[in-house]
């Protein structure tokens, strides 16, 4: 049997950015795409929790009114972390500004706890509320899927373009 290699040179350029993409170069470039996604939908958790209602489960008699301190809380400590292989979404409990922080980012979301009891301070008449979570946090994040979708395939279409040179 006999091989002919032409274009040798072409072929070793074709090995080095098969190698670079093998190297961590896809990774690089899907991740970079990944975190770009993301930022939309942060934005989008943040207005969720902005625009969410928590009521109470047994109205109160005298009104009881809605504190806006715990959901700007919330959108505020909503932060995205990067990963070896993508990026991962929390609520920093100590950035909530409200005791309990993290607890209470559990507590809201409907997914992670239909309601919950805390005391109310300065109401002798009312010791305890019982408030409804709503689906805020996670119901958002899998609603940009389509964006960390076209994120892999355009980080993907970057390596692809930079192996064929």
Not at 88 to 101: H, Y
Not at 106 to 124: I, K, M, N, S, Y
């Given at each position: 049997?006999?091989?002919?290699?032409?274009?040798?040179?072409?072929?070793?350029?074709?090995?080095?950015?098969?190698?670079?993409?093998?190297?961590?170069?896809?990774?690089?470039?899907?991740?970079?795409?990944?975190?770009?996604?993301?930022?939309?939908?942060?934005?989008?958790?943040?207005?969720?929790?902005?625009?969410?209602?928590?009521?109470?489960?047994?109205?109160?008699?005298?009104?009881?009114?809605?504190?806006?301190?715990?959901?700007?809380g919330l959108a505020r400590?909503?932060?995205?972390?990067?990963?070896?292989?993508?990026?991962?979404?929390?609520?920093?409990?100590?950035?909530?500004?409200?005791?309990?922080?993290?607890?209470?980012?559990?507590?809201?979301?409907?997914?992670?706890?239909?309601?919950?009891?805390?005391?109310?301070?300065?109401?002798?008449?009312?010791k305890w509320r019982t408030?409804?979570?709503?689906?805020?946090?996670f119901v958002t994040i899998?609603?940009?899927?389509?964006?960390?979708?076209?994120?892999?395939?355009?980080?993907?279409?970057?390596?692809?373009?930079?192996?064929?040179?």
């Amino acid at each position: 049997m006999r091989y002919r290699v032409t274009g040798q040179a072409e072929l070793g350029r074709l090995a080095g950015r098969l190698r670079e993409a093998a190297d961590g170069g896809l990774q690089r470039d899907v991740n970079a795409e990944l975190r770009a996604a993301a930022k939309p939908v942060r934005r989008a958790v943040q207005a969720a929790v902005l625009g969410a209602s928590f009521p109470d489960a047994e109205p109160a008699a005298g009104g009881g009114g809605e504190s806006r301190g715990l959901r700007a809380g919330l959108a505020r400590a909503t932060e995205i972390h990067d990963l070896s292989n993508g990026v991962r979404f929390a609520v920093d409990g100590n950035k909530v500004g409200i005791e309990r922080g993290h607890r209470l980012a559990q507590l809201t979301d409907t997914e992670t706890a239909p309601r919950w009891r805390h005391p109310v301070r300065g109401r002798r008449d009312r010791k305890w509320r019982t408030q409804i979570g709503r689906p805020w946090f996670f119901v958002t994040i899998r609603g940009g899927r389509p964006k960390f979708e076209a994120g892999v395939e355009r980080g993907m279409a970057k390596t692809a373009r930079r192996i064929e040179g």
